[in-house]
Every structure is written in structure tokens, then in C-alpha cells.
């Protein structure tokens, strides 16, 4: 579609775009890199594989690992009950799934402090039972589902709205059952947009920092992930190991990013639901 | 374009907005985090964690979650209107 | 197999959908049920597929009460108006589904499941394209993978929600045809949902006419378009105008003239008459009929027409022997042959 702009307009709003990109994008990672390699590789690799770092990497690893699937479980859940049924309190379902968007991280790690911290509501009786959830991992864990959870379903509702019911009700007058319609029919149809909303999901649950911060209580080398270790070694005044160890994640967003264009270029059309 | 481009600005807007008065995390890294001066509401929550002070905190998050919530009340209730508008 | 529907009831948030509808189907009919949209001939073709299930009523296949019956259990082969083929699938493995999803107790085996496509790919005049996608299809090769996938489970009834609507006319007009061949071939009973009347009249062996959630008349194409019951009916089959009338003894008085009420027979009083475009006569100006002057005249089809302005402005067109012979701007005066009035 071509337009009746003047070179010049569409090149000066190229160059602003590109500018915008380059100052919020190459230039922080250029630095963050730059940062960690500025004494050497050497340092570089000694600030990577200190055990507190090895042990928030380990911890980051697993927050996500228990995060994203229990969160595509939820996700799934979500947007198979909004879009291919009806039923009362659908449209204040649907905003509740966004509200991990709009809520302050540290709000949401208040959230579970409220909930599950000692002078919480079931503070009393988990320790009665001695279990720890708030500055232990569980609480990480559950502040890092929470925050993490509108990605997959934000995806797939739109994409599931478009396609409809016809599908689902085809496989289920041929004989399926519930579970083989789910499996066989709707899980194929998006699978290109639940990879995309894993992405954002994985990537979130890795660097989230505020409502991780809240709920952790900051033990070294017990309850720091990644995003934390880094806030403690710049408090420190140990900038060369705090880059350092932010390269890894900032090794993580490009991989994120190249994947997520990735998808984007092969399976556009899949993602947003323009091909039935 | 701007006119049919305006409801999603709008919805935008108030997403960014509220993301923005909770962002936490990029802020305090780089704020210097003064009384008074530099020092942001998600940091105000964070200090009376820290003190144990539950009442505290769980007033100045609600009245974050006030502020954001009127923003996007706002945002609904004029593309409600704008929606009602173009209807007619 | 008969498939009756008995005093269904179908209410949706804001309107009725179905208002105690009451149907028999005969075992290896083809009929259509046919309507203007918002009728409900959809909503009764999903529950008696299992689809939808109704707020009142009952529906029996073969004496056996099903509405408790889910559409998984109910054996029914449906056919969707957009086709809702399973795109990441090949067209083989479309047609296999019902088939691929049974227990492992009733599945049969791989070699008899390709056997069964084999056997539907050619009834359905595909043969050779199980290998590819639905994108790689048209539309009418679509619908009839649609067809071949909803047989593929021996279903005792076949429905069909406005098969042809998202095709254009020269590929319905052939598939028309060609499901006409493979119900003779097959002689289920089918049911198809249709607001296109030269459609139903078409194919069907019985037409059921709906509207507002209400069946009109149930009867064969020849009576629905020649003895249509209702004034509804009337209006809706062959194009019919309007008119107002008063009902006498048996005969209705229109625009002056007095004419045999073709439609059964009511009480005296004001009444509504219908007189389809073919069905008037073109004489001479000032005699006793409908004034009024000849606008445009087209010789464009099997016959002439005639497009008339009333004297008071309404527009009418007849349908006219070709060898008519009248031109635009001269007078003449609209003779109804046959009228069929109902009460008003």
C-alpha cells in the first residue's frame, strides 16, 4: 500500500522509530555487555560461576520451570471455559485475567504477604504446620504465577474467540470426547499462538523482580533468583559481576526476541486468527 | 486516522499508565530513592514491608490500586461513550 | 429412521428461538427446513443434532426419547455452514476422525479406516485428494469433504446447516444436484436448513416453512408454492405482492375486481391478498384493475419483465410472456389471475 507521504516525512519517522529502538534496546544491552566484559573475561566468568550466583541461576531455573507450565495449564484452562462456553460472570473472569498487568509487582508480592506471611491471614495455621511459603521458594513460586499468568491467555483469546465453536462442535457430533476434541482439535489450532504466549511468559517469569523481591525475604543463595542476586551485588558496588550476571539475562530477552520474531514472520497469520 | 486510531490510544494509554505508576523494579535502580524527593510509591510499600508495618503498606498499594483503577474506569466509561456515539 | 420433534421450546436471553414446534420426519426423507433468518430453523436443526438442548419438548429418533443425549451419542452426521474442517489435518484424515476417536474396542482397524475414506472420497468425487490440506481446496470441494466426514460414521440422520450458502451460484447449482444423487444413493434421512426457497424446492421431498420460531406449513414443494396455508407462507414463496382486501363469500375483492380465493377457505372480512409477479394479466388502460403506467421492460430471461408504477407510487414487477408487447411510458391497467387472500 503505498502512500502519497513525501520521502522525507517517512524517512525522519524511520529514523525516530530506529532511534526509539536504539536508545530503550541496543543501547542498554550494548552496556550491559560492555559492563560485564570490561575487566576481562577472565572476571567475567568468575563473577558467573560463584556459587550465589549459581545458586540464584538454579533457583531462577526452577521458579520458572514449575511457573510456565502450571501457568499454560491455567492459561488453557482460561481461555477454553471464556470462549467456547457462556456463562454468568464470563465478562468479570475476563478482567481478572488482566489484572496482573495493571497491578504494581510489589502490590502483587504484598498480595501473598498478606495472604501467607506471618501476621497474614494464614500465617498462623501454616506455621502451626510449619510450612513456609512466604521467604521460602512456594512464595516465589506463587508470586511469579501470578504475575505471570494474563501471557498465555491473552494470547489465546483472541485467537480461540475467532476461530469459534464450529470446530469443537464438529469433532464432538463425530464421536469425540471432550478431552479428544481438546487434545485433537483446539490444542492444533493454536499452537502457534501458546508458543508465543509461553515465550512472554518464560521471559517474564525469569526477570521478574518486584513481586519476587517483596515475597523473598533476599537469603543468599537460598531465595534469590537471578533479578535479585544482580540488585545485590550493584548495592554493593560490584558492578563488573552485577553486569556480568545481567548479560545472562540479557542473553535471554535477544533469544526471547529472536524467537519471538521468529514466530511472528513464519506464523503471523496464526497468531492473531486470520485463517479459517 | 487519529479518530479511528483514538479508543486504543486510549486503552493504551491507560495500560501504560498504570504499568507505569507500579514499575518497580528499573525505577529504583537508578532513582536514588530520596524522601521526598526521588523516592516512588512501590518503594514507600517495600520500606514498611521491611518494617513490618502490614497496615501501612497495604494502605498506600490500595490507594495505587485507587488511583489506577479510576484511570482505567475513566478510559471505559468514555469509549462506552464514544462506542454510543458512533452507534447512533 | 423417523426423527419427531414435539412441542420444542427455546428461549435465548432476549427473544424466543423456538415456540413449541412440533415436526415428523419420514424415514429417508430430504427436507428442508426453510426460513428467513431469525426463524430458528438453525436452533431446531442443532437440537435435534445435540447441539443445543431445549428449554421444553422432546425429540424421539425411532420412538427413542434422545434428548437426554449428548450429539456424541446421538450418531448424526452434521454438516457446518462454514464446513469446519480441521485444518492441520489432511483431507483423509478429516474424513477418518469419527472413525480415529472411537474406543479402542469399536475402532476398526488402519486398513479398513483407509478402505472406508477410499470408498467416501470417491462417493463425494474426490478421489485422489487425501493427501491434501482444506487451504488447498475450493469451496465446493470443501463442503464435500464436509459431507464425507460427517457419512464416515454410518450416521442414522443427516443435517445440514445452509450447506451451500458460502458458494456462488454456479458451483451450488452443480452441488445441488450432485447431493441430490448421493441422497438417492444413500436414502438417509437428512434435514437442511436453507433460506434460499429455489433451493428447497428444489431438493426437498418436504419443505417445512418457518418463521418466528414457529412452523407455517410442512408439505411438498408443489403445495407450499401453489396451496400455501398461511399468509406467511404466501408472502415468502414466489415473490409475491401485497395487497389489501376484503374477503366475501369465498371471494376476495381487490382494486375493484372480484376474483376466486385460491387459498383455503376463511371468514368475511378485511383481508390480505398475494398475487405472484406471473400472475397478472397486462390489458389496456381503464379497465377494472390496477392502474398503472410501464416503467422499464427487460427481455432478458425465459420471460419478460414488466417493472409497473402504480397510481399510488408503488412499484410492481410482472412477469410477462415474451411476446408481450408494451412500452415504457404507456398506460395499462394490472389484471390479477389468481390471488390467494387469508385474513388479515
Redesign the interface.
Known sequence: MSTREPRWVRWTLIAVALAFLGLNLALPLAAVFAGALAKGLTVYRAAVVEPDAVAAMRLTLTVAAIAVPLNIAFGLAAAWAVTKFDFPGKALLISLIDLP???????SG?IY??LF?L??WAGQWLRAHDVRIIFAVPGIVLATVFVTFPFVARELIPLMTEQGR??E?????????GW?TFT??TL??VRWALLYGVLLCNARAMGE??AV??VSGHIRGLTNTL?LHI?IL?NEYNYVAAFAVASLLAGLALVTLVAKSLLEWRYGDQLTGS?? | MLPALAPALLVSFGLAFARGVGEYGSVIFIAGNLPFHSEIAPLLIVQQLEQYNYAGATAIAATMLLASFAVLLAINLLQAADRRRMAT | MTVSVAGLTKRFRDHTALDGVSLDVRPGEFLALLGPSGSGKTTLLRIIGGLDFPDAGSVTFAGEDVAGRPARERQVGFVFQNYALFRHLRVADNIAFGLTVRPRGLRPTPAAIRARVDELLALVQLPGLGRRYPAQLSGGQRQRVALARALAVDPTVLLLDEPFGALDAKVRGDLRRWLRGVHETMGLTSIFVTHDQDEALDLADRVAVMNAGRIEQVDTPDAVYNRPATAFVADFIGNACRFDCRLRGGEVELAGIRLPNAAPPCGDGPGVAFVRPHEFDLAAEGRPGLAATVRRVAHTAARASVECVTSDGRVIDVSAPLDIVVRGGEAVTLVPTTVRAYPA
Request: net charge negative; hydrophobic share 35%; proline share 8%.
Open positions: 498487568l495493571s497491578v504494581s509487582p510489589v502490590v504484598l504477604v498478606l506471611g501476621q497474614g464450529s470446530d462442535e464438529a469433532a464432538r457430533s463425530l464421536g469425540a470426547s479428544t485433537r482439535v492444533p489450532n523482580f518486584g523481591s517483596v533479578p540488585e550493584y485463517g479459517h
